[in-house]
């Protein structure tokens, strides 16, 4: 099913329709300011396991980053030294990943082993607008399988290759693809980049 959503006013009631999806365990595909991506509730657990067969990844693999509403919101779910919180106001909103110490809040198969996340606060009024209506973060993952492929930039591109293995694909429009998220860890004192993408890191550190 697809949902046409303004992308830069959401309609509410649509947006309603979804997170109530959402919480009841829906597997959601949505614009972001990269790329399109593919998400869920984090405390749906079956949801989550539902990605990663679509990715085709085990379980005991890398685990998902997710997205939050608003910085302060990251806060509920890692830890963030004061220096790391500077780094992080610059970036966020915006088309950076964070990797921080989790919270014991965040469900177990959101962590590594290292029982860190990686969390996104995207440059996109419709991801905002669900984040603040469902109260909990989403699951974020590129809406692709294989990585050397080109993304997938339009919800009809989406539906055609997710088709039902999806519950909702949410329609703003065609995205303008520059790169994916730069990844910056924040866990030891000296920042680091491990992968540098559309973000300007030279800006934050």
Avoid: W
């Avoid at 009631?13 to 614009?31: M, S």
């Amino acid at each position: 099913m697809i949902v046409s959503i303004n992308s830069q006013n959401p309609q509410m009631r649509l947006i309603g329709q979804v997170v109530e999806a959402l919480r009841h365990g829906a597997v959601v595909c949505y614009p972001t300011d990269t790329v399109y991506g593919i998400g869920c509730d984090i405390f749906s657990q079956k949801a989550i396991k539902r990605i990663y067969q679509l990715k085709q990844r085990p379980l005991s693999g890398r685990p998902f980053s997710f997205m939050c509403p608003s910085l302060k919101d990251v806060s509920t779910y890692a830890h963030i030294s004061n220096a790391g919180y500077r780094i992080m106001k610059k970036g966020l909103p915006g088309p950076f990943t964070f990797v921080l110490p989790a919270a014991k809040l965040v469900p177990k198969i959101m962590t590594t082993r290292q029982k860190t996340v990686g969390i996104r606060v995207p440059d996109h009024a419709v991801c905002r607008a669900l984040l603040s209506t469902l109260g909990n973060p989403m699951l974020t993952t590129s809406a692709a399988l294989d990585p050397e492929a080109p993304p997938l930039m339009e919800a009809y591109e989406v539906a055609e290759r997710f088709g039902r293995q999806v519950d909702l694909i949410i329609d703003s429009g065609p995205l303008v693809y520059s790169a994916p998220s730069t990844i910056i860890s924040l866990v030891a004192d000296q920042p680091e980049i491990l992968r540098q993408g559309k973000g300007d890191a030279s800006l934050l550190l």
